[in-house]
């Protein structure tokens, strides 16, 4: 029997904790959108060393405008393409100051931004960002692609070797996974990658459906 995205979704979430969205630290709307931004080729946890202090003097749209790209750039220069994401993240934060509630330290997004091409207009916001600050924040059906997804929808053989983006992944995946799993995708998926289905090393010991898995470099 192979891995199905039905045993898949029936059975890792038995050891996923479900009530966990995302391990990035967030205060509001804003700044989970800044540290999803920040993540990019960095880990979750090396983001959320940083994020608390930085949400402490910016957490919202005007105060990350009156922080300064300089002051951004001393919290987050420990973190890869820092310059990059400085300019991402001031080019949001000023995007955003054109709506109510820029000021505001609970800063909710407008629901005109509920949608992702929405999103995706906004300074920093790509296709992958965009869907998961759906998925997150608002529980849309999208999948985000980021390296845990790409790298496993490979090795259990749902996308094959011409997938080789991740716009091509998740527009494979969207076809091959029942509706009734899409909101929970990126959320297994990525935990189950990072503490189990690891790219090194994998914990086979430890997966719920090992059993089923034939992948090529399953440690039996």
């Known amino acids: 029997m192979t891995l199905t995205p039905e045993i898949y979704f029936t059975h890792v979430p038995t050891v996923i904790d479900m009530n966990i ?18 993540s990019a080729q960095a880990t979750d946890k090396k983001v959320n060393e940083v994020t608390p202090k930085l949400f402490r003097v910016a957490p919202s749209p005007a105060k990350m405008l009156a922080l300064g790209i300089d002051g951004l750039k001393s919290h987050i220069r420990v973190l890869s393409f820092f ?20 000021g505001d330290d609970n800063y909710k997004f407008p629901k005109k931004y509920h949608n992702r091409d929405a999103l995706m207009k906004l300074p920093g916001i790509g296709q992958k960002t965009a869907n998961v600050i759906m998925n997150v924040l608002w529980g849309a059906p999208n999948i985000g692609v980021d390296t845990h997804v790409f790298r496993n929808a490979h090795r259990y053989g749902w996308v094959g070797a011409d997938a080789n983006t991740p716009e091509k992944v998740e527009e494979k995946l969207v076809k091959l996974i029942p509706k009734k799993y899409h909101p929970i995708v990126n959320h297994v998926m990525v935990l189950h990658g990072r503490y189990i ?24």
Do not use: H, Q
């Open 197 to 220: 289905c690891r790219a090194i090393r994998p914990k086979c010991g430890e997966c719920p459906v090992a059993r089923w898995c034939n992948a090529p470099d399953k440690i039996i």
């Open 83 to 102: 310059n990059n994401k400085a300019k991402s993240i001031m080019g949001l934060a000023a995007a955003l100051m054109d709506d109510a509630g820029g």
């Open 21 to 38: 969205r995302s391990e990035l630290y967030s205060t509001n709307e804003f700044t989970f959108a800044v540290a999803v931004i920040l």
